[in-house]
């Protein structure tokens, strides 16, 4: 109709991936074999992240959420996303499959191109963000990885958030038991001892704990230092070798 403008951009997405489908693709690949947390194990996927949030007006359009999950998928790390954050991945074609090529880091485009995914998983609005925390209730329960959410190389991130409804997200992720970074700040900020409580002592109650940053790039690297620590404390941050089998090994193997 006269006066509407359509913007000539398009690009593909693949969306929609439901918590069964996000556990029988990302995490079943081990030489055919069901084996959810193997490709964490072995270092192929370091951790994942989930990545929701706002976009602001005061702020670039889409920049903060692209930059930090270009660079968390850059590092092998599997990004699991919901609403306008998604959305905004979207625009740029991060929610394709053809994505782990140009953007993923070795182990986690290996993964990608052979199941068929993209290296960041659309899983609905941003209501839907309790889905992320049923995977890694899974990933828990598979074994392997620890005994709870806050053992597994995870984190969580809400650049530019705009609600209260985003804070109460966040507890709820805390107190589940994911590092989980807001940005550019939140309102506690100004009260020395409940930052002191959210930032460091909710980690001994929960195993969760709060930070914030300013800019991708900071998100991107507490983020990743984080993983690589769960990694470690699970003795899982050296690259194993692999094994070649011959057919004698593999008779013995047991099936």
């Keep these: 109709c006269d006066g509407l403008f359509t913007h000539p951009f398009r690009t593909r997405a693949s969306c929609g991936y439901i918590t069964d489908v996000v556990s029988q693709t990302a995490f079943v690949y081990n030489r055919g074999q069901l084996d959810k947390n193997t490709t964490v194990i072995n270092g192929r996927i370091q951790g994942v992240a989930g990545v929701v949030g706002c976009t602001l007006p005061?702020?670039?359009?889409?920049?903060?959420?692209?930059?930090?999950?270009?660079?968390?998928?850059?590092?092998?790390?599997?990004?699991?996303?919901?609403?306008?954050?998604?959305?905004?991945?979207?625009?740029?074609?991060l929610l394709t499959p053809e994505a782990a090529q140009k953007y993923a880091g070795p182990g986690l485009r290996e993964i990608s191109e052979t199941v068929g995914i993209p290296p960041v998983l659309h899983t609905g609005a941003c209501v839907d963000?309790?889905?992320?925390?049923?995977?890694?209730?899974?990933?828990?329960?598979?074994?392997?990885?620890?005994?709870?959410?806050?053992?597994?190389?995870?984190?969580?991130?809400?650049?530019?958030?705009?609600?209260e409804k985003a804070i109460a997200i966040g507890q709820y992720f805390v107190a589940s038991g994911v590092y989980t970074m807001?940005?550019?700040?939140?309102?506690?900020?100004?009260?020395?001892?409940?930052?002191?409580?959210?930032?460091?002592?909710?980690?001994?109650?929960?195993?969760?704990?709060?930070?914030?940053?300013?800019?991708?790039?900071?998100?991107?690297?507490?983020?990743?230092?984080?993983?690589k620590s769960k990694r470690k404390a699970l003795g899982i941050d050296k690259e194993k070798e692999r094994v070649l089998y011959d057919m004698a090994m593999r008779r013995e193997l047991e099936v």
């Design 182 to 227: 807001f940005s550019p700040q939140i309102q506690t900020q100004g009260s020395p001892n409940l930052e002191k409580h959210l930032f460091e002592k909710m980690e001994e109650i929960t195993g969760g704990k709060w930070a914030v940053a300013e800019t991708a790039d900071e998100m991107a690297a507490k983020m990743i230092d984080h993983i």
């Design 58 to 93: 005061g702020m670039n359009q889409d920049e903060t959420h692209v930059e930090l999950v270009k660079q968390l998928i850059a590092n092998d790390v599997l990004v699991i996303q919901s609403g306008c954050s998604a959305i905004a991945c979207a625009k740029h074609g």
């Design 129 to 163: 963000n309790s889905r992320i925390l049923i995977e890694l209730t899974s990933i828990v329960n598979e074994g392997g990885l620890g005994d709870d959410i806050s053992d597994v190389p995870a984190a969580g991130a809400c650049p530019e958030w705009m609600s």
